[in-house]
C-alpha cells in the first residue's frame, strides 16, 4: 500500500512540474502577442500626422500634394510631396514651400527642384532614399499639427 501512496505523490510531483513550463509558456505568448504591435511601429511603421492634401497646380500641368508624417523615432516630423507631371514631356519643377507654424506666424521656406519625366507621378516616402530630394524636415519648434503650407511656382 505504501508502494502506491508514493507512486501517486510522485505523479503529484510530476504533474507539478509539467504544469509550471506551459504556465511560463503560455505568459511568455501571451507578452508577445501584446508587444507585436508596438514592435511593428518601431520598425519602420511611420505615423501619418496630416494625409495627403493638395497644395497647388502649376500652369504647366505640374500638380503638387503633400502629407506630415513621423517616418520613425530617430527622425524629425517630415513633409513629404507628390509631385504628378500632366505633361507629355519631362520638366524641372521649381517651387518654394512656405511651411507657416501657426502658433506663432513664424515661418520657413525651403526651395524644391526637381527633375520629373512625362507623365509621371513621384512621392517622397520613408523607405526610400531615393525621394530624399521630396521630403522636406519639419523644423522642431514647429507642431506639426498646427502647420499651412504654401506654395509658389518659380
Given at each position: 500500500m505504501k508502494q502506491n501512496k508514493v507512486h501517486a505523490s510522485s505523479k503529484r510531483k510530476?504533474?507539478?512540474n509539467i504544469k509550471k513550463p506551459f504556465i511560463v509558456?503560455?505568459?511568455a505568448i501571451v507578452a508577445f502577442l501584446f508587444a507585436l504591435p508596438l514592435l511593428s511601429s518601431a520598425q519602420g511603421q511611420p505615423n501619418i500626422l496630416k494625409?495627403?492634401?493638395?497644395?497647388g497646380e502649376s500652369s504647366n500641368h505640374i500638380d503638387v500634394s503633400y502629407r506630415l508624417?513621423?517616418?520613425?523615432?530617430?527622425?524629425?516630423?517630415?513633409?513629404?510631396?507628390?509631385i504628378l507631371n500632366e505633361n507629355p514631356t519631362s520638366q524641372v519643377v521649381s517651387m518654394s514651400i512656405k511651411v507657416i507654424n501657426?502658433?506663432?506666424g513664424e515661418n520657413t521656406i525651403f526651395p524644391v527642384n526637381y527633375t520629373i519625366g512625362a507623365a509621371a507621378l513621384k512621392r517622397g516616402d520613408c523607405a526610400d532614399a531615393a525621394s530624399?530630394?521630396?521630403?522636406i524636415n519639419i523644423p522642431s519648434a514647429y507642431n506639426a499639427s498646427n502647420l499651412t503650407l504654401q506654395v509658389t511656382f518659380n
Open positions: 510530476m504533474q507539478l509558456k503560455g505568459l494625409d495627403w492634401t493638395m497644395l508624417v513621423k517616418c520613425n523615432l530617430a527622425t524629425p516630423n517630415q513633409i513629404h510631396l507628390t501657426n502658433a506663432n530624399n530630394a521630396l521630403k
